[in-house]
């Protein structure tokens, strides 16, 4: 995605040749005419396939997913917690996901209310690194007897071999930005 790939050549910095920091319009501040495109391309690309849920993490895939979501007619969109609040009550869907850019793991959930069997979800998130994350929900969706039908990254990190991870298990992937390398602290694209 054009439009996607120029923002981050302008707004993203990059961290000791490893880490792509855009929260100045992805993570923390939110440029909605850019997310909504996003979520218009995802809905595009994910045309061909039934969705009944979309489903992400807190926090960075929220606004993603609600961009999908208006995009796809207002599906439901769900996101898993990251840690356990007062507010988690009930039974849990859960899985062990470690963060890359944390460095550390940390159990995601999502109450088992949300998530119905038979369903058809579609997986959103901001980075693809490693692929646990998506590992993560995919288990999650498996728990609760739903069927992944496929997974939209805003920005893949191609050599970190998360791809790979995801298709090994027959997973589909969607990446609208692909990051073949870092290079004197700037991405260099793979498409």
């Not at 926090?59 to 979501?69: F, P, T």
Request: aromatic share 8%; glycine share 8%; proline share 2%.
């Amino acid at each position: 995605m054009d439009e996607l790939k120029q923002r981050i050549l302008q707004d993203g910095i990059i961290i000791d040749n490893r880490i792509l920091k855009i929260d100045n319009f992805l993570n923390q501040q939110i440029d909605t005419t850019l997310i909504n495109h996003v979520g218009q391309e995802f809905a595009r690309l994910f045309q061909d396939v039934p969705v009944d849920r979309i489903v992400t993490i807190e926090s960075s895939g929220i606004a993603v997913a609600y961009a999908v979501s208006l995009a796809m007619n207002n599906r439901p969109v769900v996101f898993a917690r990251k840690k356990k609040s007062l507010l988690t009550s009930g039974e849990q869907y859960t899985a062990s996901i470690y963060s890359y850019t944390k460095e550390e793991a940390y159990t995601a959930s999502i109450g088992k209310s949300y998530l119905h069997a038979g369903e058809s979800i579609l997986i959103i998130d901001d980075f693809l690194a490693s692929g646990a994350a998506a590992v993560g929900l995919a288990e999650i969706a498996a728990q609760a007897g739903c069927s992944v039908a496929g997974i939209g990254i805003v920005v893949e990190k191609t050599f970190q071999g998360g791809r790979q991870t995801l298709e090994s298990k027959g997973l589909r992937v969607e990446s609208l930005a692909r990051i073949a390398r870092f290079e004197n602290n700037a991405p260099v694209f793979a498409d």
